[in-house]
């Protein structure tokens, strides 16, 4: 490992501690005057914020291990904290249905649906650890398995695609899904290091929102220009201005963005509680949506530390740490 890589790298988490942010923003129930308008943002949100989450994903992947290694990280990093999470968050969901309060989503009504969702139809944010595990593990097991005695990465790839045309078959993972994370994959490859450029990416999004702005808000080659070329300004950004507040403070919550996705619904949930008071103080619903989204993020990042401290992140996520502190220095990390 070079001492590139020793280094965690800033643009990556940068990119994600916006990313998080607008994800817990987008999952919250906008309500208001202006609940026209928040929609209008956060269907703009979803233009691109699971596809910067999917490209660095893919672009800090690295199959230079074992295989057997790999496969460790992913069912200890992935694997495990994906079913301990999102089943709660489906044994929460029931909870709620039974005592009539209001969520985003369906609890399943049977046992046959509650593994049905988990295994194969996620719900809430955790579609998004599903899928990584699925794409994750079909590069890995052609890898490991070794079936050809030479090592064509085509060959692995051909059998890496034959898993995901099944799986995206059986609607298991959107075909967006694959896709960002490859092109991140590949980019990954190609350059080598996270690198980003202000104006290259500035221009290639205000070309293509100009150009296609309706194609922005469904898969196709607007979206991938769109999300790629944010990832690049992004990232150029924060490359420029390192020590600028903002980007650190937002790397900061990019190293944090594992906690906050699997804990956020429930804090989610729990602030609709105080939204009917915020409402009468603030017609409008920005302040309920401000305060929602810094009040999840904070509680998220609390959990985090009070996990750490009760020494269970290893068994839970896999690691020494899931919290890491706003100034502490830490090694680049290779994966999600």
């Known amino acids: ?24 923003y987008g999952h919250l129930d906008h309500a208001g005057s202006l609940v026209v308008q928040q929609k209008a943002a956060v269907k703009w949100v979803y233009s691109f914020h699971m596809p910067l989450f999917l490209l660095i994903s893919g672009f800090l992947f690295k199959l230079r291990s074992e ?36 969520t985003a989503n369906v609890a399943p009504q049977s046992a046959q649906g509650f593994f049905d969702t988990l295994f194969l139809h996620p719900r809430g944010g955790y579609w998004f650890l599903h899928s990584l595990l699925i794409i994750q593990i079909s590069l890995i097991i052609p890898k490991t398995i070794r079936i050809f005695k030479n090592n064509d990465p085509l060959i692995y790839f051909i059998l ?62 607007a979206q991938i220009v769109w999300a790629v070329s944010l990832l690049c ?53 920005i302040l309920n949506s401000i305060a929602a989204t810094v009040f999840c993020v904070g509680a998220c990042l609390a959990t985090s530390f009070l ?8 068994f839970l996520f896999g690691s020494n740490n899931v919290y890491f502190p706003f100034r502490a220095k830490r090694e680049f990390i290779v994966g999600c």
């Not at 996990?307 to 290893?314: H, V």
Request: hydrophobic content about 55%; overall charge positive.
């Open 1 to 24: 490992m070079s001492m590139t890589e020793q280094k965690r790298l800033t643009g990556p988490d940068f990119v994600k501690g916006l990313a998080i942010v607008l994800m817990v």
């Open 307 to 314: 996990i750490d401290r009760a020494k269970m992140t290893m």
């Open 67 to 102: 295989g057997k290694i790999l496969i460790g990280n992913v069912v200890s990093k992935i694997l495990r904290p994906y079913l301990i999470f999102a089943a709660l968050y489906l044994c929460g969901l029931w909870v709620a249905s039974t005592m009539g309060l209001p």
């Open 160 to 221: 890496s695609s034959l898993i995901w045309v099944i799986c995206i078959y059986y609607n298991v993972i959107l075909p967006r899904t694959i896709a960002f994370f490859m092109i991140g994959f590949c980019l990954g490859n190609i350059w080598g290091m996270f690198r980003g450029g202000i104006w290259v990416g500035f221009a290639g999004a205000m070309i293509t929102a100009g150009l296609s702005c309706s194609d922005l808000f469904t898969f196709s080659m």
């Open 233 to 285: 300004f992004l990232s150029g950004v924060s490359e420029a201005k390192p020590s600028a507040l903002a980007v650190r403070f937002f790397a900061w919550l990019g190293k944090n963005s594992m906690g906050i996705l699997v804990f956020h619904a429930i804090y989610v949930s729990l602030f609709k509680i105080l939204s009917k008071s915020i409402l009468k103080v603030e017609p409008s619903g």
